[in-house]
C-alpha cells in the first residue's frame, strides 16, 4: 500500500511498471482478504481489558476525564485514548479506576504494555500493597491519585508536586525524571535511561553493546574468515611449491 | 635483514666450498640451482620455526592482555551505592565476587599453564625424536588453536562460565603449546650447524618477542570488539599456522635427500649421517661438531650424482641417555634458575615500575621493552662471539657473574627513567641474552654432541629436557614472585634473583 503512491498504475508505459502494478494488486488484495477486520472493522480500536473494567464511580467530570477531553482525546469506557486514523498505534494516556474493586494484581498485570499513561486515578480501591514497579515503564504521568492510605511511590524528588490534604485521595503530580533530578553516575559506555516512578536504569550507549557495555562495534567475521583462509591456502601453495614439492618419501634411485 | 646477510655470508662460503671442491667441478651449473635451493629451504626452515612459535606466544600474549577484561566479564559490577538496572546487564555474570579475585584465579591459570608446559616439554622433547616433526608441530598448534578457541570463544558465546573447565583447558593447552621449542629448536638444529648457530639461534630467539608483538598489536586491535574477538583471531592465525607448517616445512635436510649437497654442507648442519650404498671414493669431513661421515660414491658417466645416495634415518636416543649426555644436567638446572629470573623480569618488569615508581602503565610498558630488545642482542652478540671462539660456556659464564652486581644496582636504581633504562638494559643484555643462548643454542649444541654415538637422535629431547626444567624454574618464580614482593617488599625479589643467578654461574 505504502508503494502506491510510487507506481503510477493507470499509465501503463514499461514492462516493469506493468509488472510492478500487477504485482501491487496481487499484494493488495491478499493483504484485504487475509485481514478483513481491520479493513471493516472501523467503528472502536482494541483497548487494553483494563479499560472495561466494571466501576462504580462515574467516569464522567472526573478529572483523567476532563482533561482528556480538553486535550482532544477520546474516553472509550474507562481509558482516554489517543489514536491514529487506522488504529494501528492506540496509546492509552489516562486511565480511570475509582471505586473498581481492583486488587494489585490486577493493576500490574493490566498495565504491561502500557507506557504512555499520563492520567491516572485509582482511589477507592484496596490496594495497599501496590508499589512503584507496578506502574512499570511510565515515564511521564502528569497527575497520580491514589487511596488516602498510600503515599507518593520514590523519594522527595520523585514528583514535582503532592497533595495530601484531598479528603479521598493522595495525589502525585508530574513525575521527574530522576536522571535529572537525581546525580546518577552511570558506569563507562553507558548513560541514564528514566524507566519508571523513580527507577532509572543504565543502558549501553550507541555502539556499545554486551554485558557492562564492554564491547563496541561488530568485529568483521566474514572478511576476516575469507581474508585469512584465502592467504593460508596462497601461502600454502607457495611453501609447498618452493619446498615440500622436493621431499621424497624414500630415497629410491632416479 | 641479517638473517638474509647471514645467509649471504653462507652461500659465499658454499660458492667458496664448490669451487675448491674439484669433484663437483664438472657439474657447475646444475650446481648453481641446487645450491638457491638449499637457501631456500633454510631461509623456509627459519622463516617457519620462527613464526610458528611466535604465533604459539602470540597466543599466550593474548591472555595476559585480555586479562583485565576476562575480569570483568566473569564479575558482577562492583556494588555502588545503587544497585544498577537493569540487573542482566550489569550483575548476571558471577564467577566471581569481585574483579581482584578474578585476577587471582588468572595468577593460578598462569601457574598451571607454566606446570603443564614444563612437563610437556619434556614428554614433547622426547616425542619428538621419535615422530615426524612436522606432524607433530603442526598438530601441536591446531590443537592449541582449538583450545584457545574453546577458552576464548565458545565459552563466552555459550556464556558457559566454570573454573573447572577453564583450568582442564589450560592445561591441556600447557602440554600443547609445548610441542612448539622442542621441535623448531630441533629443526633449526638440523638445519643450521655449529659455526653459525649461536648468531642465528640469538637472532632467532628474538621469536618469542616477536610474538609478544603480534599478540599486542592483534589483541589492542580487536579488544574494543570484545576480548573473545582477542582470542579468536591469534587462534585463527595460529590454525593458519599450522597448515603452513602442514605443508612447508621440511624438519631436516635429510628429508630432501640432496646427499651429494649434504656433503657440501656438512660444515653447517650439524645432526645427519649419512650413509652410502657402495664406497668406492670416501670423503671424511672433521670441521664439524658431530663430526657425520660421508661416504659418497661418484659415478663417472653420469654428472647427476644424486643418486647411489642413501640416507638412512637416525634411531632416537632414551630419555634417560639424553638426560647423561654431558652438560645436559648442568645446563637445565642451570636454565632453571635463570628462566626463574629471566621470566620474572618479563612478567613483573612493568607491574614493578608502576608499583615502586609510580610511573604510568603505558609508559611502564614500553619502557620495559627494553629489557625484551636488549636480551635479543645480547644473544646475537653473544652468540656471534661465542661461534667465532667455538665455545659457548666461555662466553655464558662470565655474562651470569656479571649480572649478579648489576642485579644489586639495579635494585638501588634512582627514580629516573633514563638510568633506569640503561640499567634495565644492561641486565637484559647479560640475563635476558643468557638465556636465549641457552635455550637455542646450547641446547642444540648439546644435542648434537660428538658423544651421541653412531644413529643416535636427541636433539629434540635435549632441548625440552632443558627448556622443561627451565620452565618449571620460572613456574616456581611465578608462585614465589608475588609472595616475596608482598611480604618482603621488592628488595627481597631481587636477592632471590641474584642468589638464583649465582646458583647457576656455580653450576656452569
Known amino acids: 500500500m505504502g508503494l502506491a503512491p510510487l507506481i503510477n498504475c493507470s499509465r501503463k508505459n514499461s514492462q516493469l511498471m506493468r509488472f510492478l502494478c500487477v504485482l501491487l494488486w496481487i499484494a493488495q488484495t491478499t493483504s484485504q482478504t487475509l485481514s478483513p477486520d481491520k479493513a471493516m472493522n472501523k467503528a472502536t480500536p482494541e483497548v487494553p481489558h483494563l479499560c472495561n473494567l466494571d466501576c462504580r464511580f462515574d467516569i464522567n467530570k472526573t478529572h483523567v476525564a476532563e482533561n482528556c477531553l480538553s486535550h482532544g482525546f477520546d474516553m472509550i469506557k474507562r481509558c482516554c485514548i489517543d489514536s491514529t486514523e487506522d488504529f494501528s498505534v492506540v496509546d492509552v494516556i489516562g486511565i480511570d479506576l475509582q471505586e473498581c474493586n481492583m486488587t494489585q494484581e490486577i493493576f500490574s498485570t493490566g498495565i504491561i504494555g502500557i507506557n504512555t499513561l499520563q492520567y491516572i486515578s485509582l482511589e477507592g480501591n484496596d490496594l495497599s500493597s501496590l508499589n512503584k514497579t507496578d506502574f512499570h515503564r511510565n515515564t511521564g504521568i502528569l497527575y497520580l491519585s491514589l487511596p488516602k492510605n498510600l503515599q507518593c511511590f520514590g523519594n522527595q524528588s520523585a514528583w514535582g508536586k503532592v497533595v495530601y490534604d484531598n479528603p479521598t485521595a493522595t495525589i502525585c503530580y508530574n513525575e521527574s525524571n530522576p536522571c535529572q533530578t537525581e546525580n546518577v553516575t552511570c558506569p563507562d559506555n553507558s548513560h541514564c535511561v528514566h524507566a519508571g516512578i523513580d527507577l532509572i536504569e543504565c543502558l549501553c550507549d550507541e555502539d556499545y553493546h554486551g554485558y557492562k557495555c564492554m564491547n563496541k562495534g561488530k568485529f568483521p567475521v566474514t572478511p576476516f574468515a575469507i581474508g585469512l583462509s584465502i592467504s593460508t591456502v596462497f601461502v600454502c601453495i607457495f611453501f609447498w611449491f618452493t619446498q615440500r614439492r622436493y621431499v621424497k618419501t624414500s630415497n629410491k634411485n632416479k | ?508
Not at chain 2, 583485565?68 to 566471581?96: C, G, I, K, M
Not at chain 2, 650413509?275 to 661438531?289: E, F, H, Y
Not at chain 2, 618488569?349 to 645480547?378: C, M, R
Open chain 2, 1 to 508: 635483514m641479517c638473517v638474509f646477510i647471514n645467509l649471504l655470508h653462507l652461500s659465499y662460503h658454499l660458492w667458496h666450498l664448490l669451487l675448491t671442491n674439484k669433484i663437483l667441478q664438472n657439474s657447475n651449473k646444475k650446481m648453481r640451482i641446487r645450491l638457491t635451493r638449499v637457501e631456500s629451504h633454510k631461509a623456509a626452515v627459519f622463516v617457519l620455526t620462527f613464526f610458528s612459535y611466535a604465533l604459539f606466544h602470540a597466543n599466550r600474549k593474548a591472555f595476559s592482555n585480555v586479562k583485565s577484561s576476562t575480569a570483568a566479564v566473569w564479575t558482577p559490577h562492583n556494588l555502588t551505592d545503587r544497585r544498577l538496572q537493569p540487573e542482566d546487564l550489569w550483575y548476571s555474570h558471577d564467577l566471581f565476587a569481585t574483579e581482584d579475585d578474578a585476577e587471582k584465579f588468572e595468577g593460578v591459570l598462569d601457574t598451571a599453564f607454566m606446570l603443564a608446559y614444563a612437563v610437556g616439554l619434556f614428554l614433547n622433547g622426547y616425542i619428538g625424536d621419535r615422530v615426524n616433526m612436522r606432524i607433530l608441530l603442526a598438530v601441536g598448534m591446531g590443537s592449541t588453536s582449538v583450545l584457545v578457541f574453546v577458552f576464548g570463544c565458545i565459552a563466552e558465546w555459550t556464556l558457559f562460565y566454570n573454573k573447572y573447565f577453564y583450568a582442564v583447558i589450560w592445561i591441556v593447552n600447557g602440554l600443547m603449546q609445548s610441542t612448539g621449542w622442542p621441535v623448531v629448536v630441533a629443526c633449526m638444529g638440523n638445519w643450521f650447524g655449529q659455526s653459525s648457530r649461536g648468531v642465528l639461534l640469538g637472532l632467532w630467539s628474538s621469536c618469542a618477542s616477536v610474538g609478544n608483538i603480534i599478540g599486542a598489536l592483534l589483541v589492542s586491535s580487536v579488544l574494543s570488539y570484545g576480548y573473545q574477538y582477542a582470542f579468536l583471531v591469534t587462534s585463527a592465525i595460529l590454525l593458519s599456522g599450522s597448515f603452513i607448517v602442514l605443508f612447508g616445512l621440511i624438519p631436516s635436510p635429510i628429508d630432501v635427500a640432496l646427499a651429494y649437497l649434504l656433503n657440501l654442507l656438512l660444515t653447517y648442519f650439524c645432526c645427519l649421517k649419512i650413509k652410502s650404498v657402495d664406497n668406492t671414493n670416501t670423503l671424511q669431513r672433521s670441521d664439524t661438531v658431530s663430526q657425520p661421515i660421508v661416504k659418497q660414491n661418484y659415478p663417472s658417466e653420469d654428472d647427476d650424482v644424486t643418486y647411489d645416495i642413501q640416507a638412512t634415518r637416525p634411531t632416537s636416543m632414551s630419555f634417560l641417555k639424553a638426560c647423561l649426555l654431558p652438560g645436559v644436567i648442568p645446563y637445565a638446572l642451570a636454565y632453571a634458575f635463570l628462566k626463574l629470573v629471566n621470566y620474572s623480569f618479563f612478567f613483573w618488569l612493568p607491574f614493578y615500575l608502576h608499583n615502586a615508581f609510580k610511573w604510568e602503565e603505558s609508559v611502564a610498558d614500553q619502557l620495559s621493552t627494553a629489557y625484551d630488545v636488549a636480551g635479543i642482542v645480547g644473544g646475537t652478540v653473544v652468540g656471534f662471539m661465542s661461534d667465532r671462539l667455538g665455545k659457548r660456556t666461555i662466553m655464558i659464564v662470565p655474562m651470569l657473574i656479571f649480572s649478579i652486581p648489576s642485579l644489586l644496582l639495579y635494585s638501588y636504581s634512582p627514580n629516573d627513567r633514563l638510568v633506569n633504562t640503561v640499567l634495565m638494559s644492561l641486565i637484559g643484555c647479560l640475563i635476558g641474552g643468557a638465556a636465549n643462548l641457552i635455550s637455542a643454542a646450547v641446547s642444540a649444541d648439546l644435542g648434537c654432541q660428538k658423544q651421541i654415538q653412531g644413529d643416535d637422535r636427541a636433539l629434540a629431547t635435549v632441548t625440552g629436557i632443558i627448556d622443561g626444567t627451565g620452565s618449571f624454574g620460572a613456574a616456581l618464580g611465578q608462585i614465589a614472585v608475588p609472595y616475596l614482593q608482598t611480604g618482603l617488599g621488592w628488595p627481597s625479589v631481587f636477592y632471590l634473583f641474584m642468589i638464583c643467578v649465582s646458583f647457576q654461574s656455580c653450576n656452569e
